[in-house]
């Protein structure tokens, strides 16, 4: 069974750091690109952060550039979201998908479900005091 599951999520206060992960199950993430999302109440989703197979290339959204990481373990079959100075805006649900090899910045900044393989459930992240 293919399946793609967030974790790590929670509530924190402003200034603060949080790591979510995306464990793969059912499938190997090496040879896809990996991208994490975000969706906050009232709000269209977007990209935050993606990775390439191929070459390990990483494209950011200005509003977490400096502030996120995104990084990958093939050999655990998990992506990880390293995020720090959270702010009150980045509360939403995170979300990671997968499609194959390549994030193609143009792709990964539309955030359609129909250019991404698999989806997570979701982790919700607040961030307030």
């Known amino acids: 069974q293919v399946q793609l599951v967030e974790s790590g999520g929670g509530l924190v206060q402003p200034g603060g750091s949080l790591r979510l992960s995306c464990a793969a199950s059912g499938f190997t993430l090496d040879y896809y690109a990996i991208g994490w999302f975000r969706q906050a109440p009232g709000k269209e989703r977007e990209g935050v952060s993606c990775i390439s197979s191929s070459d390990g290339s990483t494209y950011d959204s200005d509003s977490v550039k400096g502030r996120f990481t995104i990084s990958r373990d093939n050999a655990e079959n998990t992506v990880y979201l390293q995020m720090n100075s959270l702010k009150p805006e980045d509360t939403a649900i995170y979300y990671c998908?997968?499609?194959?090899?390549?994030?193609?910045?143009?792709?990964?900044?539309?955030?359609?479900?129909?250019?991404?393989?698999?989806w997570g459930q979701g982790t919700q992240v607040t961030v307030s005091s």
């Open positions: 998908a997968v499609r194959p090899y390549v994030c193609y910045e143009k792709v990964f900044a539309r955030a359609n479900d129909l250019d991404w393989d698999y």
